[in-house]
Nanobody, 127 residues
Framework: QVQLVESGGALVQAGGSLRLSCSAS????????MAWFRQGLGKEREFVAG????????QYSDSVKGRFTISRDDDKNTLYLQMNSLKPEGTAVYYC????????????????????WGQGTQVTVSS
């Protein structure tokens, strides 16, 4: 079992920045593929960014590419999402997800391969 706890969500103005964190426990973080998803009110959950066990293998949705950066610190068992130039359409609950054991070279873009999910953290971007 893997437990995931997100933090860092907040109310921010459009154009601002936030950094989300996801702390993992229960299994060696090194073996997990990790990702961020988000779900806005009345919308389906969507992939935001993912990172494979090889730290240089990352994927981003087109809507966040160039503005968001995903990273991981295996020594701290923590996943991050640096979000810059935030837009009102980024208002959502952001979820951390883990795929264990994860691929070294591949980042799944759909939710189904991810076995573990956090409770989510609210990000609200005001215009």
């Amino acid at each position: 079992q893997v437990q995931l706890v997100e933090s860092g969500g907040a109310l921010v103005q459009a154009g601002g920045s936030l950094r989300l964190s996801c702390s993992a426990s229960g299994r060696s973080f090194y073996y997990l593929g990790m990702a961020w998803f988000r779900q806005g009110l009345g919308k389906e959950r969507e992939f935001v960014a993912g990172i494979a066990r090889r730290h240089e293998v990352m994927q981003y949705s087109d809507s966040v590419k160039g503005r968001f950066t995903i990273s991981r610190d295996d020594d701290k068992n923590t996943l991050y999402l640096q979000m810059n130039s935030l837009k009102p359409e980024g208002t959502a609950v952001y979820y951390c997800a883990a795929d264990g054991p994860g691929s070294i070279w591949y980042v799944p873009l759909s939710a189904s391969p991810y076995d573990y999910w956090g409770q989510g953290t609210q990000v609200t971007v005001s215009s």
